[in-house]
Nanobody, 120 residues
Framework: VQLQASGGGLVQAGGSLRLSCVASGRTFRDYAIGWFRQAPGKEREFLGR????SYVDSREGRFTISRDNAKNTVYLQMNSLKPEDTAVYYC??????????????????WGQGTQVTVSS
């Protein structure tokens, strides 16, 4: 599976962005997809994941995760953005065997990351 994250950019505080993670491969529907972010000097942070059955475990109430298997795409909708949300955002994939998948080392495939910058 190859992942391509996109949709990042510069946004003012209080604004919204929708990130997309497009995957290659015909078995996309079998994967759990997680979203992480990493700010300079900080560890990679788990934001949430969506299972192959579209169960969502979201750790940030302002963010919503959804998937469209027909488009091999997972979305991260981010609302009410704050300057502290500034980071590189990554999507990651793992074949879904019903695990929690809330740690980076549980994922087998990673996208290249997309920069999100929130100005105050």
């Amino acid at each position: 599976v190859q992942l391509q994250a996109s949709g990042g950019g510069l946004v003012q505080a209080g604004g919204s962005l929708r990130l997309s993670c497009v995957a290659s491969g015909r078995t996309f529907r079998d994967y759990a997809i997680g979203w992480f972010r990493q700010a300079p000097g900080k560890e990679r942070e788990f934001l949430g994941r969506i299972s192959r059955t579209s169960y969502v475990d979201s750790r940030e109430g302002r963010f919503t995760i959804s998937r469209d298997n027909a488009k091999n795409t997972v979305y991260l909708q981010m609302n009410s953005l704050k300057p502290e949300d500034t980071a590189v955002y990554y999507c990651a994939a793992v074949i879904d065997y019903s695990g929690n998948y809330d740690r980076p080392n549980e994922y087998d495939y990673w996208g290249q990351g997309t920069q999100v910058t929130v100005s105050s």
